[in-house]
Nanobody, 116 residues
C-alpha cells in the first residue's frame, strides 16, 4: 500500500532553516509528481511546492518563493523540502502528497514551528 512518511520538522527561530523529508513506498516513486502542502491552525491546507516525476520542473507558492526548495532523490524514494529564512507565518503542519491514478495520498504530517 502507498505510504508517505514525513520527518524533519521541529522548532526553529525566525531566519533559521529546516529540511523536511518524505519517504515514499508502495508505488513506483519515479513515475509520479510529488508535492508539499501545509496547514496552519484555523486555515485551509495550501500547496507549498511541487516537483515533476524526474525532477525536471518545480513550482512554488508565491509566499515561499526564493526561500524554499523542493527536490527529490528517486534512488531513495524520497522528496525533500529545504526551508530557509523561515518566518513565524511558516508555522504549520507540513504534509507530503502524491496523486496516483486520480487519488490523493497524504502522509501524517510534520509540525514546523517558527518562534523566538
Amino acid at each position: 500500500q502507498v505510504q508517505l512518511v514525513e520527518s524533519g520538522g521541529g522548532l526553529v527561530q525566525p531566519g533559521g532553516s529546516l529540511r523536511l523529508s518524505c519517504a515514499a513506498s508502495g508505488f513506483i516513486f519515479s513515475s509520479y509528481a510529488m508535492s508539499w502542502y501545509r496547514q496552519a491552525p484555523g486555515k485551509e491546507r495550501e500547496l507549498v511546492a511541487g516537483i515533476t516525476s524526474l525532477g525536471g520542473s518545480t513550482n512554488y507558492a508565491d509566499s515561499i518563493k526564493g526561500r524554499f526548495t523542493i527536490s527529490r532523490d528517486n534512488a531513495k524514494n524520497t522528496v525533500y523540502l529545504q526551508m530557509n529564512s523561515l518566518k513565524p507565518e511558516d508555522t504549520a503542519v507540513y504534509f507530503c502528497n502524491a496523486r496516483i491514478l486520480g487519488r490523493a495520498y497524504w502522509g501524517q504530517g510534520t509540525q514546523v514551528t517558527v518562534s523566538s
